[in-house]
Structures are given as structure tokens and as C-alpha cells.
């Protein structure tokens, strides 16, 4: 199904729409417009899965007991003994 519908645009988006409609890119500013529509479903797509996966590890990580955590001390100790032989030469 195919609804009509009006839509504003800034000249600039205008102007751009138009030469991508001359170039070939697209047969109307309709399908251009349809396009870049999907594009942004696809997109909420995928940061929803992005989402739903850092939330799937937070809450394992949450279960984590505490005696599994490690203490990071040292964790960079060579690094910075790296870093300040450099700064030394």
C-alpha cells in the first residue's frame, strides 16, 4: 500500500535530493525518501540489538560473585614502567 503524504524540506536537503534524483541514484525523491527511511529502521534495528546484548552481559557480570572479581592492582604496573623509560630516554 502507498500513502501519499506532503513533507518539507530544507533547501539544502532539497537541492541534494534533487541532484541524486538527476544522477540516477534514485527514479523519484520518493523512493530516495523511502530509502533513507529504511535505513534508519535498519539502523534502530540494530542499536536495539546492540542494547539487548550489553544488557545480557551486564546481568551475567551482575551474577559474578564477588570473590571472582579481580583487584586490578598491578593491572598496568608494566605500562607504566614502560612509559617512564620512555619519558627517561
Sequence with gaps: M???TTLSFTDRHHD???SKVEQGVFATPSAAVAT???QLIEDEVHRKNA???ISSVIAKRMETPKS?????EGLFS???QRLGSDQTE
Design 16 to 18: 541534494f535530493l534533487k
Design 36 to 38: 533513507a527511511i529504511e
Design 2 to 4: 502507498t500513502v501519499k
Design 68 to 72: 571472582e572479581f579481580t583487584s586490578g
Design 51 to 53: 542494547l539487548e546484548a
Design 78 to 80: 608494566g605500562a607504566l
